[in-house]
């Protein structure tokens, strides 16, 4: 009797913690329903410095970020496709104009907000000197971003054009996905040499930059962002567009090596 009497005052108990632990997963799961989540399609270029501008932000607003990154041409295409996309960061002007033209974009929303500089680089210790030793036969292979949809492809192939050099290079050339892909190429030897942005050049031990791509050799290199008009959090996505000129945003970026536009 003691014992039985023991076990069924533990039924309530145990009946109470079960109550209080579907309790504590409901609310959870309505804070969770609540909060605001934006996507956005960001070029690859940005990855590490938009992470930590979202984590900036993250301080004092209740947002929650995910983030598609990838080749500018590729995500514009996936927007025109209808994507569920609240914003779009481009590394160049013409995946940003292609989706303006189409009446895709917030009206109001496009801002022109960072430079970058496209650069020459080589496994660190390469004996690579210039854009003209591009030609040796030493360099076999010369990674680029496909121009067809990577914005850097199409200021690496603008580059070697107006120095003459695309013809004489063109067999030598490996197209990457994007301009992280041409970096690792250059990082694991996959190629002897490739151009990126100086950002991400920075961001590599393992690669050394030979040459600076004339300024007036390519397209000016800009990065426009904007929110898509069939956006559903429009308010959210244009607050954070608004955050990323602050000077705490633009201390982070400048800390990855863009320059504010």
């Known amino acids: 009797m003691g014992s039985n009497g023991k ?3 533990r039924v309530p108990r145990l009946v109470l913690e079960v109550f209080l632990l579907c309790l504590v997963s409901i609310i959870g799961a309505c804070r969770s329903t609540h909060r ?8 690859a270029s ?5 992470t930590d501008v979202e984590a900036a932000y993250l301080r004092d607003h209740s947002v929650e970020f995910r983030n598609n990154f990838g080749a500018s041409g590729t995500l514009a295409r996936e927007i025109e496709q209808g994507a569920p996309v609240d914003a779009f960061f481009s590394a160049g002007a013409k995946p940003m104009d292609q989706l303006q033209s ?8 496009r801002v022109d907000l960072l430079r ?7 496994k660190a210790g390469s004996p690579l000197k210039g854009l003209d030793g591009l030609t040796s036969n030493s360099i076999r292979t010369i990674a680029l971003g496909d121009p067809a949809s990577v914005p850097a492809g199409q200021y690496g192939k603008q580059t070697l054009e107006n120095l003459r050099l695309y013809d004489k290079l063109k067999s030598k050339l490996v197209l990457g996905k994007d301009v992280r892909q041409v970096l690792t190429y250059v990082e694991t030897g996959d190629a002897d040499a490739g151009l990126v942005y100086a950002t991400d050049a920075q961001m590599s031990k393992r690669v050394q930059v030979v040459a600076v791509a004339p300024e007036q050799s390519h397209d000016p290199i800009v990065y426009p962002i904007a929110s898509i008009k069939a956006a559903q959090h429009q308010p959210a996505v ?8 602050s000077p705490e945003a633009r201390a982070i970026f400048e800390r990855h090596g863009f320059r504010m536009a």
Request: charged share 20%; glycine share 2%; aromatic share 10%.
């Open 7 to 9: 076990d069924r005052s």
């Open 36 to 43: 605001t989540v934006l996507t956005f399609s960001v070029a």
């Open 46 to 50: 940005l990855q590490d410095s938009i």
């Open 102 to 109: 189409e009446d895709l974009l917030f009206v109001g929303s």
């Open 116 to 122: 970058n500089a496209l650069v020459l680089i080589a």
């Open 238 to 245: 244009r607050d954070f567009i608004r955050f990323l000129s």
